[in-house]
């Protein structure tokens, strides 16, 4: 097999490995609480997640087995069969599971179903196209990117460090696409934007509405994430880490509804 090609399965079934120990402890903990607002929407960015990676394995097909899988774990059948929407969260990620475990069987070759035929090359999602600097857009996708692998790695403090670096970039893209004069008539600090803490870019931006409330689930190593020096530093816990990727989530919907 081509080397590069190995390299990618590879990658893969880490990636897949880490999205079905996520999925597991996420349907566990729905399964004690079904109303738990924290699981609820960890299990949501759970399911982009698994969404963004079945897309790529699928080679952006929705008619490929894999993609048809994906998207029929989200229905239940009714008593004569017909498929409708409304499962129950913990079925549906119990559902998901089950399809993260075929593209493992599929790319190990350990199964006589379909394999991923695919490109495995297949063009990564373009999460950030509302991000008006252009030049960021790319620098943005990677530091995403490394930011759910450090999560999946254990590499926490890491994880937090990055998800807080690319909420300030989307932030600091929106104030200075609003204007300082807009800013100024909502209340904003005099002075360039560049030279605005983080904390005072997330209250501009939701002074003038471009973000909601979503940053107040911070926690407090993430509003400090930088220290007087102005380099970044951070001691964070997994919870601390996840919950940033949640908010950073979040800031992204508001800037982006269309998403």
Not at 2 to 28: F, K, M, P, V
Not at 140 to 169: K, M, N, P, V, W
Not at 186 to 214: C, N, Q, V
Not at 247 to 255: E, Q, S
Request: contains cysteine; negative net charge.
């Amino acid at each position: 097999m081509d080397q590069t090609l190995q390299t990618q399965i590879e990658t893969y079934l880490s990636h897949l490995d880490g999205l079905i120990r996520r999925g597991l402890q996420l349907r566990d903990a729905l399964n004690t609480d079904s109303s738990d607002q924290s699981a609820i929407t960890a299990t949501r960015v759970w399911q982009e997640d698994c969404g963004v990676t079945i897309n790529q394995l699928s080679g952006g097909s929705k008619a490929h087995w894999l993609a048809r899988s994906f998207s029929q774990a989200f229905l239940m059948r009714s008593a004569s069969g017909r498929a409708v929407e409304g499962a129950a969260p913990a079925e549906i990620a119990n559902r998901l599971l089950d399809v993260l475990e075929q593209a493992v069987a599929s790319l190990s070759g350990t199964d006589d179903g379909p394999v991923i035929s695919a490109s495995l090359a297949a063009p990564p999602p373009h999460r950030f196209d509302f991000v008006h600097n252009a030049e960021l857009r790319p620098i943005l996708e990677q530091a995403y990117a490394d930011s759910r692998h450090d999560l999946e790695l254990g590499r926490f403090d890491a994880s937090l460090l990055t998800s807080c670096g690319i909420l300030e970039a989307i932030v600091t893209d929106a104030l200075e696409t609003k204007g300082l004069a807009a800013l100024a008539i909502s209340g904003a600090p005099a002075g360039k934007i560049a030279d605005w803490s983080f904390e005072t870019r997330i209250a501009a931006a939701e002074k003038t509405g471009l973000i909601r409330g979503g940053c107040a689930r911070l926690p407090a190593v993430a509003w400090n994430y930088r220290n007087e020096s102005g380099s970044a530093k951070a001691v964070a816990s997994e919870n601390d880490a996840r919950r940033t990727g949640q908010v950073l989530h979040v800031v992204m919907r508001d800037l982006d509804p269309g998403r």
